[in-house]
């Protein structure tokens, strides 16, 4: 049964706000060489490492926060994933859909509720994945216990969450601290944990992906509060863009590690236990 802790801090309005004023979203593109692409290589990277031993186009995977997701026809495309994903904002699943039809990808997207699916979504899928999902509740351990029930024994959960402990928090909060408190502050060992008691057992957790400063539109520019923000703030935003790219730059060649005051993001990956 859903506590009041369990609840989206956001809520759907705010949701639904979002993606009505979201631009045409192109599907993740592993293979662009632009320097702007560098993260998503990086992710790449990682999903080819994860998914390495697994007959990919023999599984089910479904996206909890699917709503305008470039990733569902990345995984179709790249692994041969057969897609699903799982929302609540209606306006949301309506562009995921599209993205899909645009690609020419299948797949079935449900607008329902992660903690009351539909019958036919338990027990389902090989691989659930989130992208900055469980930061958003107040109790996350409730919202990966209700993930792992889309999961079959044995199933793979991949969480990411934006890494705002760090220098991309501080930053965040300064920009739009409205925004920012819609999150809850979660580190590595704390994601670590959270899993655990969900029930997985964790194979890698770690952080990722030093200094895209182009993730702050999740916690700024892509929202209805940031475009009433000062000119300077918006100003500020784009130009640490442009810093991001730098950064990228000597992080591919360098090969620099994620760190805890650097990185953008914060990765774990864990399994159920088989049967």
């Known amino acids: 049964m859903r506590t009041p802790e369990t609840i989206d801090k956001a809520g759907t309005e705010y949701w639904d ?8 979203t192109v599907p993740v593109d592993p293979h662009s060489r632009r320097l702007s692409n560098y993260v998503y290589r990086e992710f790449h990277a990682y999903f080819k490492s994860a998914f390495a031993s697994l007959p990919t186009s023999r599984m089910n995977l479904v996206e909890v926060g699917c709503a305008n997701s470039r990733w569902l026809p990345y995984f179709a495309k ?15 699943c309506k562009l ?5 039809l645009r690609s020419s990808i299948e797949g079935d997207i449900v607008c329902g509720d992660l903690f009351n699916p539909p019958e036919n979504m338990i027990g389902r899928f090989d691989v ?5 999902v469980i930061e958003h509740f107040a109790n996350a351990v409730d919202c990966l216990r209700a993930m792992k029930l889309l999961l079959h024994p044995g199933g793979i959960i991949i969480t990411v969450i934006p890494n705002l402990i760090g220098m991309m928090g501080f930053i965040a909060r300064l920009l739009n601290r409205r925004v920012f408190n819609k999150h809850v502050i979660i580190d590595i060992s704390a994601l670590t944990k959270l899993h655990q008691s969900a029930g997985f057992h964790i194979e890698d957790c770690r952080y990722f992906c030093n200094m895209n400063f182009r993730a702050l539109s999740a916690c700024t520019v892509k929202n209805h509060d940031f475009s009433q923000q000062s000119f300077p703030k918006r100003i500020i935003v784009l130009l640490l863009g442009r810093i991001g790219f730098v950064c990228h730059w000597f992080e591919m060649n360098m090969k620099i590690p994620g760190t805890k005051i650097l990185a953008s993001y914060i990765i774990c990956r864990g399994k159920l236990p088989a049967e």
């Open 17 to 24: 706000s979002l993606w009505k004023q979201t631009c045409r």
């Open 78 to 92: 790249e692994f041969g994933f057969k897609v699903a994903g799982l929302d609540r904002s209606e306006t949301g």
């Open 96 to 100: 995921a859909r599209e993205i899909l």
């Open 128 to 132: 659930v994945v989130s992208f900055g």
